[in-house]
């Protein structure tokens, strides 16, 4: 794991270079014209070919768009027809802000996919003593209570925690409407999510999983 000082030196230096670059793309949408589905936050091994991925990170990883998700995303009005993040949004500081800005890219009948830690399941696993439900990473923790500490906040890179009924309600108010909530690798709009995605979601457990995952469409 990145230190958080070095992370924070990062941000502070090249943030207002990633907003321009955004802001470019928005006015600009080359890359549309390839692609109207966007996937944020590959990271170092998730790329997505034929989608356009959009990341922070330009030392160990190539996004197809260098933009900073904490802010205003680098499409269009309407330009999208599907948003893909996995493990992003639990790091992201107003996530009313960016799922609004979500439905904002895309076009009526566009549809997201978001994943991210199970709360419900984690509060589950915490109250059911189901010790190892949860991993030893970032910090070895023999205890119930240190590794629930540990999924839910990272050491500090999580802001948030994901629960159905908090994601239900920031997609409804942003808008959204048939929000579903499915097992990893399982969709509602398989013309859309495909085996691709489905490769980048590991289950560890089908029936109490540790990611919850999330679809909604624009009306």
């Known amino acids: 794991m990145v230190p958080r000082s070095l992370r924070r030196a990062y941000y502070a230096v090249l943030a207002p270079l990633m907003r321009a670059n955004a802001v ?18 590959p990271g170092q091994n998730n790329y997505l070919a034929g989608w356009i991925n959009v990341d922070a990170n330009l030392v160990t990883c190539r996004p197809d768009i260098w933009a900073d998700l904490r802010f205003k995303l680098p499409f269009p009005d309407m330009s999208l027809d599907a948003i893909y993040s996995h493990h992003v949004i639990e790091h992201l ?17 566009g549809v997201i996919r978001v994943g ?25 923790r023999k205890s119930l209570g240190g590794r629930f500490e540990n999924f839910i906040f990272c050491k500090g890179e999580h802001v948030t925690i994901l629960t159905a009924s ?45 990611t919850i995952i999330m679809e909604a469409r624009r009306p």
């Open 24 to 41: 470019r793309h928005r006015l600009l949408p080359l890359l549309a014209r390839r692609s109207r589905r966007a996937h944020l936050g």
């Open 166 to 210: 908090f994601l239900e309600e920031l997609s409804r108010d942003a808008g959204f409407v048939d929000v579903t909530f499915l097992p990893p690798k399982k969709t509602a709009h398989p013309q859309v999510f495909d085996e691709e995605v489905f490769d980048r979601e590991p289950v560890s457990d089908s029936d109490f999983p540790n």
């Open 93 to 109: 500081p107003n996530l009313d802000a960016h799922f609004r800005d979500m439905f904002r890219c895309l076009r009526p009948g």
């Open 116 to 140: 991210g830690p199970h709360g419900d399941n984690a509060i589950q696993a915490l109250i059911s003593g189901k010790l190892d439900w949860f991993g030893e990473w970032p910090t070895k």
